[in-house]
């Protein structure tokens, strides 16, 4: 996940933490829309 957060970071300008909350948030949402099976390996991405 931190090579996402550096991604948002760098492209958008924000700081490691906003990216690193941007990130969490959209990362979240998606759980909630993904099937059960699929949004489980979105944990996998989280520290």
Known sequence: MNELVNV????TGMSQ???QKAVT???DFLKTKLPPPIASHLDALMP
């Open 25 to 27: 948030a959209v990362i």
């Open 17 to 19: 933490e906003d990216a």
């Open 8 to 11: 948002v970071a760098q492209k």
